[in-house]
C-alpha cells in the first residue's frame, strides 16, 4: 500500500481489512499531527476505523490522545479499534481512564511465538 505519511519516525500506510491505518517506528509530538490528519481522512465512511500499532516502537500520551480524541468524536456506532501487540498501550489507556471510551476499543494479541 502506498504511504500517506513518512518522516524519520514514523511511516503511515492505509489498509483495506481491516479498515483503517498501519503505524510503524515512533509516535511523539513531531508527527501526532500527522497522525490526525491521517485519521481525519478516512473519516467519511460509516465503518469502524482499524488503526494497527503493532509495529510502533514508541507511543507518546499526546499522541495516544490523539486517537483516543479522534474515538470520541466518532458518530454514535461506530469504533475507533487500536490493534496491538503491547500490553503497554492498553496499560496507558487504563491510567486515564481512556479504556472506558464507548467508541474506542483495544485489542492486544500477542505476538507469534513459532518464530
Known sequence: M????????LE???????YGLAL??????SNQAALARCLLSLNGTGADLTVDLHEVR?????????LVAFAHALEPGRR?????GAPMVGRMLTACGWDEL?????????EDSDA
Open 2 to 9: 502506498d504511504l500517506l505519511y513518512a518522516d524519520e519516525l
Open 12 to 18: 503511515i500506510r492505509p489498509t483495506v481489512a481491516p
Open 24 to 29: 510503524s517506528g515512533d509516535v511523539d509530538a
Open 58 to 66: 514508541f507511543i507518546s500520551f499526546p499522541a495516544l490522545h490523539v
Open 80 to 84: 475507533l479499534v487500536l490493534r496491538t
Open 102 to 110: 464507548p467508541g474506542l476499543h483495544m485489542t492486544v494479541m500477542e
